[in-house]
């Protein structure tokens, strides 16, 4: 069964840093998100994006964070300036053109230091 | 998107069905009644949804009262690896950029 990767499972990273989390959607997918989960806490939305755009974003997901669908396969999330609270376990979404079902990626545990 | 509620957790023996019910009074006619699972911090695993009809598939059934607000997922003989955190979530299907919102879900452990 086709499936969203994500790369690396595992990321540590300095306060300040900038991180790039990299995901793979299904290939004929058409709607791209990404979710995070705090380590004991609820998933939480970060950001929708379809035909190209930004189509929905949360209040987490300011201008730290930006999205970028560079090539026909890759979907990252950039964080530009790492905070301590952005440590969490962060998952990739896609959808077919249907958009009724969300697949996840497995995650990156991203370690703010 | 509306608020549900589900029972923050349960048990079931391993080969028995497991019903997980949830209620969402306050959902809109264009919304579904979706679930998902965690696995112990894995990626949210998409399980069934259903508009009005009952739906089944290989992983469970799905059973809507008839004036929507509240349903029930059956998973028909747990294993242990169903042992998982069930979240139902209302959600428009179609609109563009389509948020799922989870809540606390259910905690299920299934019993050998």
């Known amino acids: 069964e086709p499936e969203v990767t994500q790369t690396p499972s595992h990321q540590v990273t300095q306060m300040g840093q900038e991180v790039i989390l990299h995901c793979v959607p299904i290939s004929n997918h058409l709607y791209f998100y990404w979710y995070r989960q705090i380590l004991g806490q609820k998933v939480e939305f970060l950001v929708s994006f379809y035909n190209n755009e930004i189509s929905e974003k949360s209040e987490i997901f300011d201008d730290q964070f930006s999205v970028e669908r560079p090539d026909g396969s890759n979907f990252t999330l950039k964080i530009r300036s790492t905070k301590l609270e952005d440590s969490a376990m962060y998952f990739c979404?896609?959808?077919?053109?249907?958009?009724?079902?969300?697949?996840f990626g497995s995650g990156t545990q991203l370690s703010v230091l | 998107d509306a608020k549900t509620t589900q029972p923050t957790s349960m048990d079931c023996a391993e080969g028995r069905a497991a019903n997980l019910p949830c209620n969402h009074s306050?959902?809109?006619?264009?919304?579904?009644v979706y679930w998902y699972r965690q696995i112990h911090s894995q990626g949210p695993q998409y399980i069934i949804h259903g508009l009005k009809n009952n739906e089944t598939n290989e992983m469970a059934s799905l059973i809507i009262t008839e004036d929507r607000k509240s349903s029930t997922l059956i998973l028909p003989h747990a294993t242990l690896r169903d042992t998982a955190v069930y979240y139902c979530?209302?959600?428009?299907?179609?609109?563009?950029?389509?948020?799922?919102?989870f809540g606390g879900g259910t905690r299920v452990l299934v019993k050998p």
């Open positions: 306050t959902i809109s006619g264009n919304e579904y």
């Open positions: 979530i209302v959600r428009v299907a179609w609109a563009a950029g389509n948020k799922l919102t």
């Open positions: 979404a896609s959808s077919d053109d249907s958009n009724e079902k969300l697949f």
